[in-house]
């Protein structure tokens, strides 16, 4: 696939906090999370090179304050951020059971400061927005509300059993969730010839990737409601895991495009998306 291919020719990728599938083709995986200290990994030939000189996530913290701050050591990059709560190190390194500093709690700050908004005021209509020419109050979009050959609208969500793309190897949780699942009305999958359970296709203008379907009444009519985070298998329960860079693989990411990307944060319009579904016999 030209997405793995593109990201194989990167040299020196680094990936952050856990293992995933993109993971998989990292030259370094590095913990961005405190509670994986002392974890550095990674793939491929450039690891061994670096296994020399491996650091743990908390040293990685500490020389960074150093960089950030400028300066001179690490003793001096903790005062720095101490400053402002009339502390220091030596103080607290003389007080090893703590320092209680007497705090003022301010009620109402906005009375004399105001909001951190343009005007100063809680402001409904953002006049921020208003200046960038972007909508000033809220309004729905529907990205590609028509778009030929994908009538139906993709959205797409956690599946609430598992840590976002994590832990589908675990056999206790995959025994109760054991497939990638979209959810469609009763309505919409009778008029395709879906019942409960079969596996379907689910194609977009970027790519096409499969689940079990799994009817539910509540939803409206035109609406595939896809799970997320499919790529691992569970040998002990013979459960297979899917190529997250596949097309027939089960990555409804990789189905997403983000020629309608929201202009102002930049997010992909995983929520809204055209799609078309067929059974897959």
């Known amino acids: 696939m030209f997405v793995r291919d593109d990201l194989r020719a990167i040299a020196g990728k680094v990936r952050g906090k856990v293992f995933t599938a993109c993971g998989q083709d990292a030259d370094v995986v590095i913990s961005t999370d405190p509670t994986h200290v002392g974890y550095l990994c990674g793939y491929r030939s450039l690891l061994f090179d670096l296994m020399r000189d491996y ?6 913290t500490r020389d960074k304050a150093v960089l950030v701050t400028g300066a001179s050591d690490v003793a001096a990059a903790l005062d720095h951020y101490l400053a402002p709560s009339g502390l220091s190190l030596d103080a607290l390194r003389a007080n090893p059971r703590g320092i209680r500093v ?8 906005y009375r004399d400061a105001g909001f951190s908004t343009p005007s100063g005021k809680l402001e409904i209509f953002s006049s921020a927005l208003s200046v960038i020419g972007e909508p000033p109050l809220p309004e729905f979009r529907a990205p590609f509300a028509e778009a030929p050959g994908f009538p139906l609208t993709l959205t797409s969500a956690k599946s609430p059993l598992y840590c976002h793309s994590q832990h589908r190897n675990l056999a206790r949780l995959r025994r109760i ?9 009763p309505a919409t999958a009778a008029a395709r010839g879906i019942g409960e359970g079969d596996w379907l296709a689910i194609t977009t203008l970027r790519a096409r990737v499969r689940a079990r379907a799994r009817l539910n009444a509540t939803l409206a009519d035109g609406i595939v409601a896809a799970r997320h985070g499919w790529w691992q298998a569970c040998p002990e329960l013979e459960l297979p895991g899917y190529d997250a860079l596949d097309f027939d693989g089960a990555n409804i990411n990789l189905a997403i495009g983000i020629e309608a990307a929201d202009p102002v944060s930049g997010a992909a319009p995983h929520r809204c998306y055209p799609c078309q579904i067929e059974k897959l016999r």
């Open 55 to 60: 650091r743990s996530a908390a040293i990685v």
């Open 177 to 185: 969730e054991p497939d990638p699942v979209a959810e469609l009305s």
């Open 102 to 109: 007497p705090l003022k709690t301010s009620y109402q700050k």
